[in-house]
């Protein structure tokens, strides 16, 4: 009793310093794989800390119009005054006097017009006659102010370029969803150089609500989406569910246990090797990735351990009737060992998927199962020498069932046929694809951000061009070559395409811009020229002959100035270029592809060392794909390895075969009903599936061995007490939890049925 | 009840700094009381760049509470047309049809709100937008208006309209902005 509860207080203390000495890992990005080709590569450095890591999306919605519009305006206000956003968007952005007045001045270098042949006297003509027809109709206040500096329209053609794309609607100041109830949009970009860290994500969130509630909300209310909400809020609401559902399942499961064996001793002893498991896991997987053990790998992996309550059960209800606890542990210890010995073999295949978070999820689990099993063996019956704990005897009726189920072969081999001929018929298991399902981001989450993605019109990165890395001048060049490339698809093979280069030129270019511009006495000419016989005074354009001079001598601009002098241009920019140490980084986003063959084909005939064809979603899948199939492989190899070493234990392959049985049934059950319920399997899936088949050894292995009732009971026993654990998972919103709970539950249900049917029939109770 | 007490004399304090002409409340009653009308017009436009006037006819329809309508027939056939705070403009000839936000035209803001705020007989619209001169001659006479844009933004497009008419009628829109000035002649 003592010893119990000092073993209990050492583990706790154990866990608790573990827990503050090594650093826990929370984001997706570092879940994955470090990518394998130039282009996964660049892809995940993009996920993890690229700029698409500042950008946060807002929906406001649930009051009037007006009043929304009133709020949206208000907390724009605010995040501007708040000095941590380099951009904020919404219905009061428009270009500024100040850009206005830059692009202005500007005008000839950032104008694609601006050519040699420009500034003739034939080629000024038609623009004039245009400017005097522009006049007459509605356009004419703003041509009288610009046109007669800018006869050639470079300035107005530069201004609609920049703001074309806007589609969003605008009431009193507000950006407007154009579908469904009244929902006025806000964006914003965080203040930073590339990406963020968590922690400043969840400054800015934090940021944008204080905002809103400044504003004076009232009934509206406010969404918020991009990756900062999901880092550090949809984490917490997962932490969140995750306690709720393992409070909810201790709970369950201790009033299982309870009312079993009507002993408070025994849920001490379930517990100390479920918490010895978890403290060596975690110790083993902080040891191997260098202290940076994953916050998903280490919250799954303690789901998975659940299982190890497995071991004290067995050893309790496998005692017989005056049997010290030490000598019952002897006697079950070789079968127990190989059982988790199989179990922990069967887990190496997630060693060799290569994916760093299965890779930790299969050192943590595995290193737990060992532990847990030696605890059993070695450390319990020390603690409790005296214990005289026994499980009830099953209820008759119970009792019964499972009787008649004893050694029904040709009912398991039925089923076991029946769901392999399902499988068949459903065409074998649904492989998932999509990234986004492995993400722990609830599915309402996953959607609201869709949506407000595409009513703000954001990019939803399909597919995307890498440009350089080098110099800003040899990015921006590299982005002029792709979309010079680009122009002869557009409106077929892809609708637009949003370039660095869209909004500030190469420095080469604008060079070649200003070298393409008159001479002051060459320019006069041609327009008094063109002006013959026109209504137009003879001073009228000394404006345009004042900016020609004017342009020839002006640096040309950079990314700097641009930032300096045009902000909200510059923040439509900077996601699309941004510095990387001493060298530029460009992406090129391309939208509405519908054939992203056609855009991998124009990267290939480019071949240009400073442009790489990123096709986001087959990069991800393929990625995915190739996981996938070595996780496979090596569970398949781990299956022939857990085979083998059945056969040493049990001192005969044809017995290993036997115990073998139920395990793959179980595992066709398990995929044939996943299948049918719709399910598409992740790496998770598999992991749950290795998981199980180290379960199933348990059961089968005891089952083998001795089919007595009472063995029976104790193998009910754990089957529920894990059913406990698990299926309340897979009640859960987060599409991972959800897929392991299912796994899991249905897995234990049918391993336990196939291994009570194929356990030897006695011919008698003795 | 004394809450409300004092809120009304509060508005009673404040009211003598609006001004309010009675002769122009019963003008704006006398629009507001025509949810639509419908009038030609012609226009001359003078830009100071340019040596000769530029001409332009046609229609102009309004329909209570926000929707104007500017129908140009010639020289060149074309459409403004302005409802809540969206701005349409098409040009039939050349298959356009673009659509705006108020918001970034200011100087086509400053001149629908002018004529938007008198057609619809909304005073605060327009005193929100503008400084009023308002000389009425005769109540029911002619009347003339004329309207500084209050918004820095929107008075370096446009410097000031003058509207002109007699009782519920707009008889002449005058806009002065960028040294040029907009004449608009307006027959029931």
Not at chain 1, 32 to 48: D, K, T, W
Not at chain 1, 169 to 195: H, K, M, Q, V, Y
Not at chain 1, 691 to 718: K, P, Q, R, V
Request: proline share 6%.
């Amino acid at each position: 009793m003592r010893r119990l509860a000092a073993a209990l207080l050492l583990l706790a203390v154990l866990g608790g310093v573990l827990g503050t000495q090594v650093g826990i890992r929370a984001d997706l990005a570092e879940f994955l794989p470090p990518g394998r080709s130039p282009a996964s590569a660049f892809l995940f450095r993009e996920l993890q800390s690229g700029a698409a890591t500042t950008l946060l999306l807002a929906g406001i919605e649930g009051a009037e119009p007006a009043e929304l519009a009133r709020v949206s305006r208000e907390t724009a206000a605010g995040l501007r005054a708040s000095g941590r956003f380099d951009f904020v968007g919404d219905g009061t952005t428009t270009l500024g006097e100040a850009e206005q007045a830059l692009l202005f001045r500007y005008r000839y270098l950032l104008s694609p017009e601006t050519r040699p042949g420009a500034f003739t006297a034939a080629a000024l003509r038609p623009k004039l006659e245009a400017l005097l027809e522009g006049l007459r109709t509605a356009a004419s206040p703003l041509l009288a102010r610009v046109g007669f500096a800018d006869p050639t329209g470079a300035f107005l053609g530069l201004a609609r370029a920049f703001v074309a794309e806007s589609r969003l609607e605008t009431r009193d100041g507000a950006w407007f969803a154009t579908e469904g109830p009244p929902r006025a949009l806000l964006i914003a970009r965080a203040r930073s150089g590339a990406g963020l860290d968590a922690e400043a994500q969840g400054e800015a969130v934090a940021t944008f609500r204080a905002a809103f509630a400044a504003a004076k909300p009232g009934p509206a209310r406010l969404l918020l989406s991009g990756p900062g909400v999901f880092a550090s809020e949809a984490a917490a609401a997962i932490r969140a569910d995750i306690r709720l559902i393992t409070l909810a399942s201790a709970g369950l499961l201790a009033a299982f246990l309870l009312w079993r064996y009507r002993s408070l001793l025994l849920l001490g002893l379930v517990a100390v090797p479920l918490a010895a498991g978890t403290i060596a896991g975690f110790a083993m997987t902080a040891l191997v990735s260098n202290g940076a053990v994953q916050g998903i790998a280490l919250g799954f992996g303690m789901t998975m351990l659940g299982v190890t309550v497995d071991y004290p059960l067995l050893l309790a209800s496998l005692r017989r009737p005056e049997e010290a606890l030490r000598d019952a542990a002897r006697r079950i210890w070789p079968t127990l060992r190989l059982a988790a010995a199989s179990a922990a073999l069967g887990l190496a295949a997630m060693l060799g998927s290569g994916f760093p978070g299965l890779v930790q999820l299969g050192v943590f689990a595995g290193t737990g199962l060992l532990a847990a099993a030696a605890t059993t063996r070695w450390v319990l019956p020390w603690l409790l020498p005296g214990a005289r704990i026994a499980a009830r005897p099953l209820p008759r009726p119970i009792r019964a069932a499972l009787g008649a189920l004893r050694g029904r072969r040709g009912l398991a081999g039925g089923v076991m046929l029946g769901a392999a001929v399902l499988l068949l018929a459903l065409g074998g298991p649904a492989w998932q694809r999509d990234l986004a399902a492995l993400s722990p981001v609830p599915r309402a989450a996953q959607a609201l951000d869709g949506e407000l993605r595409r009513q703000l019109g954001a990019p939803d990165v399909r597919v995307l061009f890498a440009l350089g890395p080098g110099t800003e001048a040899e990015v921006l060049a590299a982005s002029e070559r792709l979309a010079e490339a680009a122009a002869p698809l557009l409106g077929h093979a892809l609708q637009g395409i949003d370039l660095p280069s869209r909004y500030l030129p190469a420095e080469a270019t604008q060079r070649a811009r200003q070298a393409a511009l008159p001479a002051p006495e060459t320019a006069q000419a041609a327009l008094a020229e063109a002006m013959a016989g026109l209504p137009f005074r003879p001073s009228a354009f000394a404006p345009f002959l004042a900016a020609i001079a004017e342009s020839h001598g002006l640096p040309p601009l950079t990314a700097t100035a641009l930032a300096a002098g045009a902000p909200t241009l510059a923040a439509r920019l900077s996601p699309l270029l941004s510095r990387r140490g001493e060298a530029v980084q460009g992406v090129a986003l391309a939208q509405g592809v519908a054939d992203p063959a056609a855009l991998a084909d124009l990267a290939r005939r480019l071949d240009d060392p400073k442009i790489l064809f990123i096709d986001v979603k087959a990069e991800t899948e393929g990625l995915l794909d190739a996981y996938g199939r070595a996780t496979l492989l090596w569970a398949l190899a781990g299956g022939v390895l857990v085979l083998g070493l059945l056969g040493l234990g049990l001192g005969s392959p044809w017995r290993a075969l036997r115990v073998a049985g139920p395990i793959g049934g179980a595992l066709l059950v398990t995929l044939a009903v996943l299948t049918l319920l719709g399910e598409a399997l992740t790496l998770f899936h598999l992991a749950s599936l290795l998981l199980l088949a180290g379960l199933a050894i348990d059961y089968s292995l005891f089952l083998a061995g001795d089919a007595t009732d009472d063995t029976m009971g104790a193998i009910l026993n754990c089957a529920t007490s894990t059913l406990l654990t698990f299926g309340l998972l897979a009640f859960c919103g987060t599409p991972v939890l959800h897929g392991i709970g299912l796994t899991v539950s249905i897995g234990v249900a049918s391993a336990f049925l196939l291994a009570c049917a194929l356990a030897p029939k006695i011919p008698a109770h003795a | 009840m004394r809450r409300g007490f004092l809120l009304l004399s509060l508005l009673a304090l404040a009211a003598p700094a609006r001004a309010e002409d009675p002769a122009l409340v019963r003008l704006m009653q006398g629009f507001a009381a025509q949810p639509r009308s419908e009038a030609r017009f012609t226009e001359e436009k003078a830009i100071p760049e340019l040596d000769l006037p530029l001409p332009s006819e046609g229609m102009l329809r309004w329909q209570a509470p926000d929707r104007l309508e500017k129908h140009t027939t010639s020289p060149i056939e074309e459409v403004l047309r302005v409802e809540g705070g969206r701005l349409l403009y098409e040009r039939p000839d050349r298959g356009i049809r673009r659509e705006f936000s108020l918001e970034d035209q200011p100087e086509m803001r400053a001149l629908v709100e002018a004529v938007r705020g008198t057609l619809a007989g909304n005073l605060a619209s327009l005193q929100r937008h503008y400084e009023i001169g308002f000389t009425p001659e005769d109540s029911a006479g002619p009347w003339r208006m004329v309207l500084t844009p209050l918004s820095v933004r929107l008075r370096a497009a446009v410097q000031r309209i003058l509207v002109s008419g007699r009782g519920a009628q707009v008889r002449s829109i005058d806009t002065e902005g960028g040294g040029g000035v907009t004449r608009m002649q307006i027959t029931p």
